[in-house]
């Protein structure tokens, strides 16, 4: 399964499903539940969070979950990267270690990736800004190549006297 697919944005943070984690850590998701529940005080709101009826709904129609019924009549929870790495301490199977470096890792790959991104878009809208000012000169100068290759025609010549 690829990790990086499995990380969502929701309320501006990047987070993963309790489901997604359940099935990566070779543990049922009531289970994780479970075990969350019981270390609630390790889980802060910055950590995790229980998702809205909306922000799920959205989740079905992006197909990031099959279907409202695929979560057993409970609202998911997500968990943000700090999340996870707090999984690691309530969870403490080898899969559960090893799937959780796993996921660290795909976290900060996706926020280099995204990093790259930013830094790349700064530099196309400078370089839009410059463009900008080049687009007039670029015109003026065509614009005076051409009357250089299209000289004016020259006056008529008349012989003889004209009064």
């Known amino acids: 399964m690829a ?9 501006g943070c990047r987070v993963m499903l309790d489901s997604h984690l359940a099935e990566l850590y070779g543990v049922k998701a009531i289970r994780l539940r479970e075990q969350v529940r019981r270390n609630r005080a ?12 909306e922000e799920a709904t ?9 279907s409202r019924k695929h979560m057993g009549g409970h609202l998911p929870f997500v968990f943000t990267q700090e999340g996870v790495a707090m999984l690691s301490s309530v969870l403490r199977s080898p899969r559960a270690v090893e799937a959780n470096i796993f996921i660290m890792r795909a976290f900060v790959k ?11 878009a700064s530099k196309f809208r400078d370089l839009e800004r410059r463009i900008i000012g080049h ?21 008529p010549r008349r012989i003889g006297f004209h009064p």
């Open 58 to 66: 959205a989740m079905v129609s992006q197909n990031a979950i099959p």
């Open 135 to 155: 687009d007039a000169q670029i015109t003026s100068i065509l614009d005076a190549i051409r009357k250089l290759m299209n000289p004016p025609a020259p006056p």
């Open 3 to 11: 990790i990086e697919s499995r990380i969502f944005l929701i309320r």
């Open 110 to 120: 996706l926020r280099d990736t995204l990093a790259l991104h930013k830094e790349l």
């Open 42 to 53: 390790r889980f802060p709101p910055d950590f995790m969070f229980r998702m809205r009826p």
